[in-house]
């Protein structure tokens, strides 16, 4: 593995070299849990291909110095080598991950998908490289640089969870739980109503002065059996309908719900999603805050691979200072959304 100096500066001239190649350096302003962040693109096709997700964060380019400068180049588009990178294990699997940490660098390495990560968190910049901006993952598109913002985030005071958030400018919840629980389904059922829309996967949380939740990203993917049958409304709006046999169905809010995306809102409930489809009525009851804490935690850190013991005690902190509940979802999809409404409005001010 290179020195954490050598390995830094020959990912600079990777970059760079990648922009000269194509003639381009694409700077793209955004407003991620309130600070600048620039990510400044080598080439249209990647670009194109990773910005739709963050579109409702996009800020004013004038002004503030970023407080994260992320540089994103693949070879595919541009012509250039792989930049350098760890070296795999002598047997070891492509489509593992390989995680490094060289302060100030830390980083990750997926072979298999040909993607490397890497953040300087004290020059404040970070590199993100792919083998080619044409085939990436459809879930890399809807959630891109995970593990960059995780980490940066992390240094910040916020943690990235897996969960789903939507709410009021007052406040709104946390939707808990492993795949398949029904986060997704409630934070897509809520498009169209007067809820806003945090987020349906990756959410940010902060503790400090005051539980809140800042949005990560527009996108929203679902199974496409639970897009048709639950919420067909939204087939016309995905952005990848002839995939469907083997991809999730994936949605960007900002271009179709513009006015239900948010920054962010007060955190006032972590809700725990249970289908109870024998019933047409959802409806929100006690849960205990082990529960809860068992429905986020192991999610969270089998989602984003790099957490660490700390992310435990910030899910911990939070689960205790946050009332939770369970959401039992009645067969009645539509009705989600005043059901959640309802339990804001009246919850105690906070």
């Known amino acids: 593995m290179p020195a954490s100096s050598s390995l830094a500066s020959g990912l600079a001239a990777s970059f760079a070299a990648a922009c000269d190649a194509s003639g381009a350096l694409l700077a793209e302003p955004y ?3 309130g600070e600048p962040v620039s990510l400044r693109f080598a080439t249209a096709a990647l670009r194109d291909r990773l910005t739709a997700a963050f579109s409702h964060l996009r800020a004013d380019p004038a002004g503030e110095e970023p407080a994260l400068t992320i540089n994103l180049w693949d070879s595919a588009s541009t012509g250039c080598a792989p930049p350098p990178h760890p070296a795999v294990p002598e047997g070891g699997a492509q489509g593992a991950l390989y995680h490094f940490s060289e302060p100030p660098l830390r980083g990750v390495y997926q072979p298999g998908f040909e993607s490397l990560s890497v953040l300087d968190g004290e020059a404040r910049t970070a590199w993100h490289w792919v083998g080619s901006a044409f085939e990436l993952a459809y879930w890399d598109q809807a959630c891109p640089i995970r ?7 992390g240094s910040r005071g916020l943690l990235q ?5 939507v709410g009021t400018a007052s406040g709104g919840v946390l939707v808990v739980g492993k795949g398949g629980s029904g986060k997704s389904t409630v934070a897509l059922s809520s498009l169209g109503s ?3 829309y945090a987020g349906d996967d990756y959410v940010a949380v902060g503790l400090e002065p005051a539980p809140r939740i800042e949005s990560l990203y527009s996108s929203g993917k679902l199974e496409p059996d639970h897009v048709q049958t639950l919420l067909p409304h939204l087939l016309p709006l995905l952005d990848n309908a002839d995939r469907l046999a083997s991809e999730k169905a994936v949605l960007y809010v900002q271009e179709h719900f513009p006015e239900q995306t948010t920054a962010g809102f007060p955190l006032r409930a972590v809700l725990v999603p249970r289908v109870a489809a024998s019933r047409p009525e959802s409806r929100i009851v006690e849960a205990s805050r082990a529960a809860a804490f068992a429905a986020l935690a192991p999610s ?3 989602q984003l691979h790099t957490a660490d013991a700390g992310a435990f005690q910030t899910m911990s902190r939070l689960i205790e200072r946050v009332p939770c509940y369970g959401l039992e979802l009645g067969s009645e999809v539509g009705a989600i959304p005043d059901t959640i409404a309802e339990f804001l409005a009246g919850l105690p001010p906070a």
């Not at 593990?147 to 985030?153: A, N």
């Not at 969870?161 to 958030?165: F, K």
């Open 194 to 196: 007067g809820l806003l």
């Open 300 to 302: 969270t850190i089998l």
């Open 147 to 153: 593990q960059l913002l995780f980490w940066w985030l």
């Open 161 to 165: 969870v897996h969960g789903a958030s």
């Open 31 to 33: 407003r991620i849990a």
